[in-house]
């Protein structure tokens, strides 16, 4: 395996530093002009919403290639102060977006119910590829208050207890089978969708149940910050009944379904069938790069601010989105496309397992040729035998 650390060039600190460099990763704030004017026109305009997150960004990848380039990670945060401010200002934009379309839609006589459900099915997508993407980045940040916006985001989709699975199951367990995120080798994703459904609302709540067991205090004590989760989604929804009444509810619940399955989608994609290797005792060894796909199409990482670059998220998690580095396919096992095209193939099967499991077989050939039998880590229930 070659070194992590390798030297190469970075882009230059000065340029870096400028709001013009910046200014790419807020693409996505075009999207919010954009599902107001689809909301006004109606019709087949409503459609624009995903065609623009997945088909349009998908072509611009194709146009402009990847970008291999990356930043010193060990530039000053205040060098990257314009990065940082664009999650921290999605989160009013999106808030007044969706309960303004709420109210909107409740008096847009052009709207039948189904256009009223494509238009909030929109919402979805951009609060589910950017809203909740934008708090996975706040939820990884140290200060409180952009944490607090993490879960504003989060409750905003009625998937609080993300924040909880990702920092304390995900990053620990991932590529084991105790992270229900990992998706097993041949399991498609709607196999995998209901799962991590299940699962992950479960474990998550284990896991701060257990943080506060071990400071000798029941899961109800008022520091469980699930009652923080239950308080902000109670508080959205309730919001949605005053502004929309019960048909504003149901749009609602349009819309954080459509969120959760957009994330979820991204999640199949990002680890399928990558597994760390069992030491023994139940030891797996710790995360590297490889055991995450890396993808660094350039369009699609400015929409998604460098999501896509997850082999450096894992294993440096508490890198902000400018720093996180990309690696050759030679360092990280690499996907064909970006995640636009990635997680539309992840919902056919047939084509999904074409274009990945080739590619998992090198992964395995390359970093673990030791491993002569596979069948334990691809069930991924429980630890492959000592």
Not at 268 to 273: C, D, I, N, R, S
Request: without cysteine.
């Amino acid at each position: 395996m070659s070194d992590t650390s390798r030297p190469s060039p970075y882009l230059d600190a000065d340029k870096v530093a400028r709001w013009s460099s910046a200014l790419p990763y807020a693409a996505s704030f075009l999207l919010i002009p954009l599902i107001w004017a689809v909301a006004a026109a109606g019709g087949w305009w409503l459609l624009l919403i995903p065609v623009s997150t997945w088909y349009v960004f998908a072509g611009l990848d194709l146009a402009l290639g990847r970008n291999a380039s990356n930043v010193d990670p060990a530039t000053a945060m205040g060098d990257l102060r314009w990065y940082h401010l664009i999650p921290v200002i999605w989160v009013p934009l999106q808030f007044l977006t969706l309960f303004g379309l709420l109210a909107w839609a409740e008096g847009a006589t052009h709207l039948g119910a189904l256009e009223k459900i494509v238009l909030f099915f929109g919402m979805g997508v951009l609060s589910g590829t950017i809203g909740i993407n934008y708090a996975h980045e706040l939820m990884h940040r140290r200060s409180r208050g952009e944490r607090w916006l993490a879960d504003i985001l989060l409750a905003m989709v009625l998937y609080s207890h993300f924040r909880s699975e990702h920092l304390l199951v995900h990053h620990r367990h991932v590529g084991t089978p105790r992270d229900p995120v990992t998706a097993r080798r041949g399991e498609s994703f709607y196999r995998f969708y209901p799962r991590v459904l299940r699962q992950s609302l479960r474990s998550s709540f284990k896991a701060e149940k257990a943080m506060l067991a071990r400071k000798d205090l029941p899961w109800t004590d008022a520091t469980n910050p699930f009652w923080r989760y239950w308080a902000l989604q109670a508080a959205m929804l309730i919001l949605a009944i005053l502004i929309g009444g019960w048909s504003g509810l149901g749009l609602f619940l349009v819309q954080a379904g459509t969120a959760i399955w957009q994330l979820e989608l991204v999640n199949y994609v990002e680890h399928y069938g990558l597994t760390r290797k069992h030491l023994g005792n139940g030891r797996y060894e710790p995360v590297r790069p490889h055991h995450s796909w890396n993808a660094d199409h350039r369009a699609s990482n400015w929409l998604l601010i460098n999501l896509a670059r997850h082999s450096d998220h894992h294993y440096k998690p508490d890198r902000s989105f400018p720093l996180l580095q990309t690696y050759s396919a030679s360092e990280a096992p690499q996907l064909p496309h970006g995640y636009p095209v990635m997680t539309m193939a992840a919902l056919v099967p047939s084509v999904w397992r074409r274009m990945m499991h080739p590619r998992l077989q090198r992964w395995r050939e390359m970093y673990y040729p030791e491993i002569t039998d596979w069948r334990p880590y691809n069930r991924m229930k429980t630890p492959p035998p000592e």
